[in-house]
């Protein structure tokens, strides 16, 4: 144990039994630094893009685990650049809009649609899903 620098001490004399009759005190600081003190550092490493799982292609049917659409089927689009995976149900088939969801929360099944005939949109992007900010 070792016993911090930044108190101050007090030598005492008691009674009793002690070796010398004498025991140091410490005192707790009475000023403490404002902004003294390094701060630390922020992470420095970039975030690394999310791997798509092999098995998830333009076209593989899906199955949602989670969410408000949890055990319907939809259709995997694309990958978004934050990972996550923009999916349809499409909406007129079984009522699942366009939506993002995050790949650890689906299941790839074997069945694949052919997509390859459908354009789809650079606007429908993370920005495009994000909600819209309250201006106060």
Not at 18 to 30: C, F, N, V
Not at 59 to 64: A, D, R
């Amino acid at each position: 144990f070792k016993r911090p620098t930044d108190q101050t001490h007090i030598t005492m004399e008691v009674r009793g039994k002690s070796k010398d009759g004498k025991r140091t005190l410490y005192e707790k600081r009475r000023f403490y630094p404002t902004e003294d003190i390094p701060q630390r550092a922020g992470r420095t490493f970039k975030r690394n893009p999310t791997k798509l799982r092999k098995s998830i292609t333009p076209g593989t049917v899906l199955i949602l685990l989670a969410g408000r659409f949890a055990g319907k089927r939809v259709i995997f689009l694309k990958q978004l650049d934050s990972g996550l995976l923009l999916v349809t149900g499409p909406f007129a088939i079984n009522g699942v809009p366009m939506r993002r969801v995050a790949q650890t929360n689906v299941i790839a099944t074997s069945t694949s649609v052919d997509i390859s005939s459908i354009k789809i949109d650079n606007k429908f992007n993370d920005a495009y899903f994000r909600k819209p900010q309250n201006k106060k």
